[in-house]
T-cell receptor
């Protein structure tokens, strides 16, 4: 079956632009996670959804970062007024148990 | 708070040789433990996981890991590596029974298999 998909795979933004990153989880997966992976680092937790409820957003680095999952399936991570330090790979994962299934990520480059 | 330490940023090894990638963790609560592999420009793929029970866990592609509670370690091993095993390997933990099961990752170890 289909895995987790993310779009776009690559995004180049000028500093100050807003971006929106999409995640399509595996069908039926209740839990959805967003992680940020800086170059040469391990992924770091951003936020967690259970169905449409955002239960944990403790990892969001600033109020410029916003995530939503309005119908409990597709999720969007939005970054407003992008800064160079936002350059990273953004990974989405979904799960129904202890195992998280990861998408290929979106590589965001802010110039 | 939890943390994961992968002391080796890069491990060079010759093809068909054995390898061990080290992982130590810190946590005040019981944890689940995971090893993920990441190939270039791809997402993370689960190699194996420890939830409970036997401390020796076998995973895909011939990898295995042993949970050692007293040493708070979860080292990854393979008796004979292949060129295709070249990738970045991440150790991760999550809280047992935690509200979110979010993963805390180490900084990764690059396994570089040479012919």
């Amino acid at each position: 079956g289909a895995g987790v998909s993310q779009s776009p795979r690559y995004k180049v933004a000028k500093r100050g632009q807003d971006v929106a990153l999409r995640c399509d989880p595996i069908s039926g997966h209740v839990s959805l996670f967003w992680y940020q992976q800086a170059l040469g680092q391990g992924p770091e937790f951003l936020t967690y959804f259970q169905n449409e409820a955002q239960l944990d957003k403790s990892g969001l680095p600033s109020d410029r970062f916003f995530a939503e999952r309005p119908e409990g399936s597709v999720s969007t991570l939005k970054i407003q007024r992008t800064q160079q330090e936002d350059s990273a790979v953004y990974l989405c994962a979904s799960s129904v148990s202890s195992e998280q299934f990861f998408g290929p990520g979106t590589r965001l480059t802010v110039l | 708070a939890q943390s994961v330490t992968q002391l080796d940023s890069q491990v060079p090894v010759f093809e068909e040789a054995p390898v061990e990638l080290r992982c130590n963790y810190s946590s005040s609560v019981s944890v689940y433990l995971f090893w993920y592999v990441q190939y270039p420009n791809q997402g993370l793929q689960l190699l194996l996981k420890y939830l409970s029970g036997s401390t020796l866990v076998k995973g895909i592609n011939g990898f295995e890991a042993e949970f050692n509670k007293s040493q708070t370690s979860f080292h990854l091993r393979k008796p004979s590596v292949h060129i295709s095993d070249t990738a970045e390997y991440f150790c991760a933990v999550s809280s047992y029974g935690g509200a979110t099961n979010k993963l805390i990752f180490g900084t990764g170890t690059l396994l570089a298999v040479q012919p």
